[in-house]
Antibody
Framework: QLQLQESGPGLVKPSETLSLTCTVSGGSISSSSYYWGWIRQPPGKGLEWIGSIYYSGSTYYNPSLKSRVTISVDTSKNQFSLKLSSVTAADTAVYYC??????????????WGKGTTVTVSS | DIQMTQSPSSLSASVGDRVTITCRASQSISSYLNWYQQKPGKAPKLLIYAASSLQSGVPSRFSGSGSGTDFTLTISSLQPEDFATYYCQQSYSTPQDSFGQGTKLEIK
């Protein structure tokens, strides 16, 4: 059974780069069935898809964040990572990693990490 | 981009009530629609995928319907543990996903 765990600094200074890692257990990140994604939730607000990476390394980003986001995968460590540059207070949020699983032509996020809170403040 | 709009944004109901939450897509997404439940401090939990398929382990009082642009999530008889926030998500353009703004279901 796949499990995900986010890790990274809980406090980032404005204008710096936010870096988070999602560690996958119970299976291989090289599986061809999944997209591996990042989603965030600002305090008191809804869910925002940040971006996803396919096992092949293809990446897909939210257009509103595309210029600042990089998602990468490290198959040797069974991890995928998020980097968000030039952060501001608006990037303060709970960050989740999730698996976008597939059933026939349908995708859905059925496995989520517990989330990690990132605060942007000097 | 596909925009998802939920209504209502919040809803008060009592245990035992039948509740319906609506989600509308800005373009046709066929049946590529998922529903999630989120409780405070927790990650979202998948309830329904492909508009009407119940995720394993989810109680049968939850059901989903719709296709094209209009979708509904129905809880047939509210239980105390159902008070939470519910999100729809389109997977028509996966991996370019998008979520509705959420519907907070509160106890009346």
């Amino acid at each position: 059974q796949l499990q995900l765990q986010e890790s990274g600094p809980g406090l980032v200074k404005p204008s710096e780069t936010l870096s988070l890692t999602c560690t996958v257990s119970g299976g291989s990140i090289s599986s061809s069935s999944y997209y591996w994604g990042w989603i965030r939730q600002p305090p008191g607000k809804g869910l925002e898809w940040i971006g996803s990476i396919y096992y092949s390394g293809s990446t897909y980003y939210n257009p509103s964040l595309k210029s600042r986001v990089t998602i990468s995968v490290d198959t040797s460590k069974n991890q995928f990572s998020l980097k968000l540059s030039s952060v501001t207070a608006a990037d303060t949020a709970v960050y989740y990693c999730a698996i976008n699983n597939q059933y026939y032509y349908y995708y859905y996020m059925d496995v989520w990490g517990k989330g990690t809170t990132v605060t942007v403040s000097s | 981009d596909i925009q998802m709009t939920q209504s209502p944004s919040s809803l008060s109901a009592s245990v035992g009530d039948r509740v319906t939450i609506t989600c509308r897509a800005s373009q046709s997404i066929s049946s590529y629609l998922n529903w999630y439940q989120q409780k405070p401090g927790k990650a979202p939990k998948l309830l329904i995928y492909a508009a009407s398929s119940l995720q394993s382990g989810v109680p049968s009082r939850f059901s989903g319907s719709g296709s094209g642009t209009d979708f509904t999530l129905t809880i047939s008889s509210l239980q105390p543990e159902d008070f939470a926030t519910y999100y729809c998500q389109q997977s028509y353009s996966t991996p370019q996903d998008s979520f509705g703004q959420g519907t907070k279901l509160e106890i009346k």
